[in-house]
């Protein structure tokens, strides 16, 4: 493959890489996506420690099993799992940021309505 030719694979090869680009439509999902995911996470922390302050002496050496069971299953498992669904839901959110495009421009008669919709999930909490 001579240098040209090379450089107009890579070229292309970039542009289908909805990952390489930063989203036209939904960007906002990301900064929402990151709030809801450490909110939750801050939720569900403070509600287990909570609960485990609650938990009777003599449950505690199997609760202790059960927590350094959950732990060596997600330190094996974990890193795997979240790597893939980040990657295909990057993929998948730019091949939808991509139609949302083209919806908004195709029809004009719908375009008012779409932008609209769009505005409103954007400034909704």
């Known amino acids: 493959m001579s240098a040209p030719q090379a ?56 609760v202790q099993a059960v927590e350094g069971k959950a732990k060596e299953v997600a ?12 990657d295909k839901s990057s993929q998948v959110l730019g091949v939808v940021d991509k139609q949302a495009s083209v919806a908004l421009l195709c029809d004009p008669r719908r375009r008012g309505r779409l932008a609209a919709a769009f505005a409103t999930v954007r400034l909704s909490p």
């Open 7 to 62: 450089q107009q694979s890579s070229g292309i090869a970039q542009k289908a890489d909805p990952t390489s680009q930063s989203l036209q439509r939904l960007d906002f999902l990301k900064s929402y996506t990151e709030y809801a995911v450490n909110k939750s996470t801050d939720v569900a922390g403070s509600l287990y420690q909570t609960s485990r302050s609650f938990t009777p002496s003599f449950l505690e050496p199997r």
């Open 75 to 86: 330190s094996n498992y974990g890193a795997p799992i979240v790597n893939a669904v980040q």
